[in-house]
T-cell receptor, first 111, second 114 residues
Framework: GQNIDQPTEMTATEGAIVQINCTYQTSGFNGLFWYQQHAGEAPTFLSY????GLEEKGRFSSFLSRSKGYSYLLLKELQMKDSASYLC????????????FGTGTRLQVFP | DGGITQSPKYLFRKEGQNVTLSCEQNLNHDAMYWYRQDPGQGLRLIYY???????QKGDIAEGYSVSREKKESFPLTVTSAQKNPTAFYLC?????????????FGNGTRLTVT
């Protein structure tokens, strides 16, 4: 089966750092994506990892360990606008872009 | 500006009626997808199409149908056979040519069936 686990909710304070974890067990692995989704809106692409290690993109970084089936999204210098759901998704098959999504982590940033 | 357009944003239907959700993209993407999002659940794949005139079932295709007559368009019909049609429906597209090509999503259609 395919399974992607993320915490349901997290809270943090403006200016702080938060780490959102994702573990996966899938039939195959051809990359892991993180998306941000504000309530009622479309998910927007944040990051992509296919090799082990850390990918940094401004305030956001994403880490992958394929041997552990584990990824995290790190958000630094949190802002109120970062309050959103963060979706972890895995591409299990090599020949399509279709993704399997976790349930998402709803992050609330407080002043 | 290139993008994906879903219409309408909100849709209301009576039980037993079929309804078609529109999805149009001008990104020149080959692949298009329909996902369904329910509270507390991840996005689930309904159907996808990698090329015109061809499409495949996703994980929850029962009660849905699609067509891909043009590259730009991938409409989804929610039939009366779908047991729980009320949900947020998201259409997406991608180039489908490389491992790191992300999905681009439309703004979604919230369907309510009573």
């Amino acid at each position: 089966g395919q399974n992607i686990d993320q915490p349901t909710e997290m809270t943090a304070t403006e200016g702080a750092i938060v780490q959102i974890n994702c573990t996966y067990q899938t039939s195959g692995f051809n990359g892991l994506f993180w998306y941000q989704q504000h309530a009622g809106e479309a998910p927007t692409f944040l990051s992509y990892n296919v090799l082990d290690g850390l990918e940094e993109k401004g305030r956001f970084s994403s880490f992958l360990s394929r041997s552990k089936g584990y990824s995290y999204l790190l958000l630094k210098e949190l802002q109120m606008k970062d309050s959103a759901s963060y979706l972890c998704a895995v591409r299990p098959e090599e020949n399509t872009d279709k993704l399997i999504f976790g349930t998402g982590t709803r992050l609330q940033v407080f002043p | 500006d290139g993008g994906i357009t879903q219409s309408p944003k909100y849709l209301f239907r009576k039980e037993g009626q079929n309804v078609t959700l529109s999805c149009e993209q001008n990104l020149n993407h080959d692949a298009m997808y329909w996902y369904r999002q329910d509270p507390g659940q991840g996005l689930r794949l309904i159907y996808y199409s990698q090329i015109v005139n061809d499409f495949q079932k996703g994980d929850i295709a029962e009660g849905y149908s699609v067509s891909r007559e043009k590259k730009e368009s991938f409409p989804l019909t929610v039939t009366s056979a779908q047991k729980n049609p009320t949900a947020f429906y998201l259409c997406a597209s991608s180039t489908d040519r490389g491992y790191n090509s992300p999905l681009h999503f439309g703004n979604g259609t919230r369907l309510t069936v009573t």
